[in-house]
């Protein structure tokens, strides 16, 4: 039962945190600057998430040509930069690094 209970307050807690977000943002007026600096707060963190697993495999740094998830990251982030279509870049860098193993 105490798991429930957990469970059921983390929920709230994520939905009270959220709505008051909402709710403030919604009565106040947001700073320009900071509108356009909430702009990079998603790709941050999704390299804050990716990099690690790219640069450091197996829990050390791995900037040699044998790291394949690094080779099939930048092949990915060239195909980003070049095409700007998110559904290319993703099928690439997973195409490349499912090659890239295969062929180690």
Excluded: K
């Excluded at 909430?38 to 197996?58: G, K």
């Amino acid at each position: 039962m105490s798991i429930w209970l957990v469970m059921l307050a983390g929920g709230l807690l994520t939905f009270a945190m959220r709505f008051s977000l909402v709710f403030l943002f919604g009565e106040l007026q947001v700073p320009a600057v900071l509108q356009r600096s909430l702009r990079f707060v998603p790709p941050a963190v999704l390299s804050a998430i990716i990099l690690p697993d790219l640069l450091m495999p197996l829990g050390r740094m791995d900037l040699t040509s044998g790291n394949e998830r690094m080779l099939a990251g930048l092949l990915a982030a060239l195909v980003a930069w070049r095409t700007r279509n998110v559904l290319l870049t993703i099928a690439l860098g997973m195409g490349a690094l499912v090659v890239l193993q295969r062929l180690a």
